[in-house]
């Protein structure tokens, strides 16, 4: 039952699920034009993501696990292989932040790693067909955001990525409990390939929502872009 990636690829199906039938009906438009077809597709998949956002809350938890589950040797995925991995000098990296925020100083990788952590057991789920069980810890971004003076009434946070990555999510999603800033895997400082200095680490999205090498955040109410959800990836993409 706590099979979160079931979970998942149900409510996937879900939103993706509709039959041509039920696509007429719903949008009136010939389904041999490939262009009308997008079209409804993307409008239905734009309401699933507004009605699953609405659906969200902190009560909302992803599954956690007996810590003995958690993978050392942990799976690396983006969209370049592990050895293109950008390294970002513990000495000369800033963590920069923009838009709704009181205090925009940038963050260095000690005072980052200064922050008070917490631990988390969960499954990381890539809509690519794999899972596995990590553990992470780090500061939760909520109360980051806290500290730095986000306008949490604020609709979204964004990230930008040493590696031209970039996306966001909800403030709902940003100021849940599990939502952290991972600076450690497996009880050691997040490796490299992994995206040191941290990876936004949010057990309730899909993978590719989880932002690795984060350079730049920023408190916005407008809708951030994301890499994948550009080329066609959902972008609520969670529980
Ligand atoms: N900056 C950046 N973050 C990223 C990606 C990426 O290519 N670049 N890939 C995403 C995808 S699709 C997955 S599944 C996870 C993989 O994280 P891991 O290497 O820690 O397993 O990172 C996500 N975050
Ligand atoms: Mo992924």
Known sequence: MNDLRHEVSRRR???????????????????????AVQTALHAVSRWNDRVQAALFSDATLAPTYDPRRAVKDFRFNAFFGPQDSPVLDPETYRLRLSGAIDDKRPWSVAQLRALPQESQVTRHVCVEGWSMIGQWSGQPLGQFLKRIGADAR??????ECADGYYGGIDMATALHPQTIMAMSLSGETLPTQYGFPFKVRIPTKLGFKNPKWVTAMYVTNQEPHGFWEDRGYNWFSGI
């Open 13 to 35: 199906l879900l939103g993706h699920g509709l039959s041509l039938g039920a696509l007429t009906l719903l949008t009136g438009c010939d389904l041999s034009d490939s262009d």
């Open 154 to 159: 604020a609709r979204y946070v964004g990230f």
